[in-house]
């Protein structure tokens, strides 16, 4: 099966931090504009997610979720998350370590289409 999101190891090693200081830990990837379009982590819960919103899979032992509407323009790309240095204007966990989680995308090959696994869109 493909997974339609992943996460590099440095990436990985950020969530881990901040689980030892939050506990369990969630994503949501939002569909605004600017900062507002950042994959967001938050304590698991704080952020809670509707029928608008679309569960993508698990990184880190983490849920990753994305509204609906930005689910329909990205369903073809593999998310790939990734850490850069700075500091978003986000409520993200991660700003005060002054690092960001920042989204990679590319388009999936035919052959990772046919094995997508399913959204229950």
Excluded at 21 to 27: D, N, T, V
Excluded at 81 to 107: A, H, K, M, N, W
Aim: glycine fraction near 8%; include cysteine.
């Amino acid at each position: 099966m493909t997974e339609r999101v992943l996460i590099t190891p440095e990436a990985e090693k950020v969530v881990y931090r901040l689980r030892e200081s939050h506990g369990e830990l969630m994503f949501h990837q939002s569909g605004g504009c600017c900062d507002g379009s950042q994959p967001m982590c938050f304590p698991k819960g704080e952020f809670r997610v509707s029928e608008s919103d679309v569960l993508l899979g698990e990184i880190a032992g983490c849920e990753f979720f994305m509204s609906r509407d930005q689910f329909e323009y990205w369903q073809h790309t593999q998310l790939t998350i990734d850490i850069v240095p700075g500091r978003g204007s986000s409520f993200s966990l991660e700003i005060p370590l002054g690092v960001r989680f920042i989204t990679r995308s590319r388009l999936y090959t035919a052959e990772e289409t046919r094995s997508l696994t399913a959204i229950n869109v």
